[in-house]
T-cell receptor
Framework: DTAVSQTPKYLVTQMGNDKSIKCEQN?????MYWYKQDSKKFLKIMFS???????INETVPNRFSPKSPDKAHLNLHINSLELGDSAVYFCASSQDGTSAHTQYFGPGTRLTVL | GQSLEQPSEVTAVEGAIVQINCTYQ??????LSWYQQHDGGAPTFLSYNALDGLEETGRFSSFLSRSDSYGYLLLQELQMKDSASYFC?????????????FGQGTELSVKP
């Protein structure tokens, strides 16, 4: 009965490769997010979708492309991976945009680019 | 722009009380949230203050003063399992309700 799930949990890959991270929530929430947490634990929003529509797109390189096939899923595809992309990526969801203060996070995907 | 300031580290002993402060500067403000994150784990929601005053949830309380752009998280009867990072976060105005801006986090170490 996991609320927000992500796959894979760990991802180790070479520079220049393309990879995807999948996220699913079974809470019935309308809004989903992607965050990047760096080695200093700084948590920064990357994208937000509300009911499959992109509503927040921070200054993220266009190598990162989110896709939301339905409101329960938000995937993240990364092209041409770079060393600086190494981080933990968290997916999260909230009831809707006005409930952004209360978010439920997935377990995270630790991406290591070699 | 937006910025949040919180101490980087706090150490306390089991059974004690600790207060983690957060000051913020934002262009628009809805409220202040607190999240807990254990090493290797995911952030977990603790509390949210939209109005001035104290909100209590068990051993944890959170306070907000909008006029001072200041809030704090109070942890009472500290336990070893409370060792974690604690993040304050501001809900910012934006498209369709806004987004969360997180502080840098406070690493709390609880000693026996």
């Amino acid at each position: 009965d996991t609320a927000v799930s992500q796959t894979p949990k760990y991802l180790v890959t070479q520079m220049g490769n393309d990879k995807s991270i999948k996220c699913e929530q079974n809470l019935g929430h309308d809004t989903m997010y992607w965050y990047k947490q760096d080695s200093k634990k700084f948590l920064k929003i990357m994208f937000s979708y509300n009911n499959k529509e992109l509503i927040i797109n921070e200054t993220v390189p266009n190598r990162f492309s989110p896709k939301s096939p339905d409101k329960a899923h938000l995937n993240l595809h990364i092209n041409s991976l770079e060393l600086g992309d190494s981080a933990v990526y968290f997916c999260a969801s909230s009831q809707d945009g006005t409930s952004a203060h209360t978010q439920y996070f997935g377990p995270g995907t630790r991406l290591t680019v070699l | 722009g937006q910025s949040l300031e919180q101490p980087s580290e706090v150490t306390a002993v089991e059974g004690a009380i600790v207060q983690i402060n957060c000051t913020y500067q934002t262009s628009g403000f809805y409220g202040l949230s607190w999240y807990q994150q254990h090493d290797g784990g995911a952030p977990t929601f603790l509390s949210y203050n939209a109005l001035d005053g104290l909100e209590e949830t068990g051993r944890f309380s959170s306070f907000l003063s909008r006029s001072d752009s200041y809030g704090y998280l109070l942890l009472q009867e500290l336990q070893m399992k409370d060792s974690a990072s604690y993040f304050c976060a501001v809900r910012d105005r934006g498209n369709q309700g806004g987004k969360l801006i997180f502080g840098q986090g406070t690493e709390l170490s609880v000693k026996p």
